[in-house]
């Protein structure tokens, strides 16, 4: 491209706009991958960092790309939608998407007990179980999640977690079936780790969503789960019906 006219900024914009947008279409750039940083697509195309920041620009307000604070530039994930379709399963929605489901579990720990969790939980253990889980789709990370159970469950601190089911796992070694849960969400603020973990600006708004597992009845709850979610990757729908 070349740039020796004022009069044609515009023109030469929309040239990089369609060349960016063609490459994420073709897969040379794939859903969540980075851009090259501004400096960068200055010396591959030859033109003005003003119209490399107007392509950008345009492709952000188009919903092609996101812009994330501190990280740089990058292709709209895929969104992968939960439903009351999919059960409330992660491993569900990302099959139904063609994804392959991935969990890596990154602490298994016995920590002081914390009044909320047990009120929850209705026990009064002094200390409870905690699990923390990286949910991916395929490379895409998607959840932090944190599991916290009551004592009675330690046998899940020797057992093989990784890229396991915790309901089988539950179910096989358990011998508990959930059977249902209650979800509660609001919005919570991105700390360090979570940041790390999701690749997003720390403070970065996520769903924060509370989830209580049970097994016979609402009654019986078997563990709290905790989920961040960077949901611009991953939503949940819920539906109801009137009448």
Do not use: W
């Amino acid at each position: 491209m070349s740039e020796t006219d004022d009069r044609y900024a515009l023109t030469l914009q929309e040239q990089l706009r369609a060349d960016l947008l063609q490459k994420i279409e073709n897969g040379s750039y794939a859903p969540g991958d980075q851009l090259p940083s501004e400096s960068e697509l200055v010396e591959a195309y030859g033109v003005s960092r003003v119209t490399v920041r107007a392509a950008l620009r345009m492709l952000v307000d188009e919903g092609v790309l996101v812009k994330r604070r501190g990280k740089g530039t990058f292709v709209r994930p895929t969104t992968l939608v939960e439903s009351a379709l999919t059960s409330g399963s992660f491993t569900e929605t990302c099959l139904e998407m063609g994804l392959e489901p991935a969990t890596h579990v990154f602490r298994t720990r016995e920590i002081p007990a914390d009044p909320a969790i047990t009120s929850i939980l209705g026990c009064d253990d002094e200390a409870l179980i905690e699990i923390r889980r990286l949910r991916m789709a395929g490379a895409m990370p998607c959840i932090v999640e944190h599991d916290y159970f009551p004592l009675r469950y330690r046998f899940l601190m020797q057992t093989e977690l990784e890229n396991r089911s915790l309901f089988e796992i539950l179910k096989d070694e358990g011998g508990r079936s959930v059977c249902g849960f209650e979800d509660r969400f609001r919005i919570a603020r991105a700390d360090a780790e979570s940041a790390e973990l999701l690749g997003v600006a720390e403070g970065e708004p996520l769903l924060e969503v509370l989830e209580t597992v049970y097994g016979n009845d609402a009654s019986d709850i078997i563990y709290v789960n905790r989920q961040l979610i960077a949901s611009e990757r991953y939503l949940y729908v819920v539906r109801s019906r009137k009448g």
